[in-house]
Nanobody, 128 residues
Framework: QVQLVESGGGLAQAGGSLRLSCAAP????????VGWFRQAPGKEREFVAA????????FYADSVKGRFTISRDNAKNTAFLQLDSLRPEDTAVYHC?????????????????????WGQGTQVTVSS
């Protein structure tokens, strides 16, 4: 069973910043594409951002474009999501997800059904 561990969530004021981390097993991470999703109370889980296996391609939901930045450090087997200019509507549990793929696959994935491994999530709460 592959375990992803998110950290970095917490309470922030509107306009503030947080940096989320997602640690994954080394046998998976360097071969995997990565995505971040979030789920607010009473709402369905939604796509936030994704990065390709080699880190060259990224994609963001319109709601976070220009405010959030996804990145990865394969040497540390960790992915990051930098959250800037936070808004109260960003309040949610944030989950990272991965799935390993072939060396030549540099696509990003937005559909949660294309991810195999998930973390338990980290809570982000933004006060107005």
């Amino acid at each position: 069973q592959v375990q992803l561990v998110e950290s970095g969530g917490g309470l922030a004021q509107a306009g503030g910043s947080l940096r989320l981390s997602c640690a994954a097993p080394s046998r998976i991470f360097s071969r995997a594409y990565v995505g971040w999703f979030r789920q607010a109370p009473g709402k369905e889980r939604e796509f936030v951002a994704a990065i390709s296996r080699n880190g060259a391609s990224t994609f963001y939901a319109d709601s976070v474009k220009g405010r959030f930045t996804i990145s990865r450090d394969n040497a540390k087997n960790t992915a990051f999501l930098q959250l800037d200019s936070l808004r109260p509507e960003d309040t949610a549990v944030y989950h990272c997800a991965t799935k390993d793929t072939i060396l030549t696959d540099h696509r990003i994935r937005r559909n949660e059904n294309e991810y195999q491994y998930w973390g338990q999530g980290t809570q982000v709460t933004v006060s107005s």
